[in-house]
């Protein structure tokens, strides 16, 4: 069922830690026509709509979709892209260019996918960016960026739904 009491839920506050979050912002506060992809939506996609940028957020579960939808509507968010992929939702990335894309956050499904092929994808001094990255199954991402400017930041992450803090690790890669 749809929960149309979205202001509870999504709210334009990443969940993901504010240091990262602020880097985010200052990178996009200074591309005003920048073009981001971000996979796994939520608080994100309404933090990343207040920038009027060229949005594209990934979704892979229908029932969020939904109601992340929902709530761009609801504000009026017209210019972001909201799609629906599900299964191997990185191969959308076959769509772009080779550096065509300044930002990527990824957030959701298939992380490591998502950076190799989204690697490609990223224009010289853009900025990819995946969220949890302590966990020990995405140290193997640094392959994908040899050469690349790296900036990691740890602190803590209150989850939205339950309202815990847990502590956390982003990590986000400049393209030279
Ligand atoms: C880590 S979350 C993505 C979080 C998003 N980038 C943000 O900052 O809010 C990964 C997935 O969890 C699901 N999800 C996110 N927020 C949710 C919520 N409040 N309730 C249910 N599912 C949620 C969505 O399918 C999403 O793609």
């Given at each position: 069922m749809i929960n149309s009491n979205l202001k509870s839920i999504i709210v334009p506050k990443p969940w993901i830690i504010e240091a990262a979050v602020q880097a985010l912002r200052e990178y996009l506060e200074l591309r005003p026509q920048a073009t981001l992809i971000e996979f796994g939506t939520g608080c994100s996609t309404a933090f990343f709509a207040q920038f009027k940028i060229n949005q594209i957020s990934i979704e892979h579960d229908p029932r969020w979709h939904s109601q992340v939808q929902l709530y761009l509507n609801q504000n009026n968010l017209t210019w972001v892209n909201l799609e629906l992929i599900k299964g191997n939702y990185y191969e959308v990335l076959q769509r772009f260019q080779q550096n065509s894309i300044d930002i990527i956050l990824v957030d959701g499904q298939h992380r490591l996918k998502c950076l190799e092929h989204g690697a490609r994808i990223l224009k010289p001094g853009g900025l990819i960016m995946l969220d949890d990255s302590q966990h020990e199954k995405y140290q193997v991402a640094d392959q994908f960026f040899s050469g690349w400017q790296k900036y990691q930041v740890v602190g803590e992450k209150p989850n939205?739904?339950?309202?815990e803090i847990q502590i956390a690790q982003a990590t986000w890669w400049i393209k030279p």
């Open positions: 939205p739904i339950s309202g």
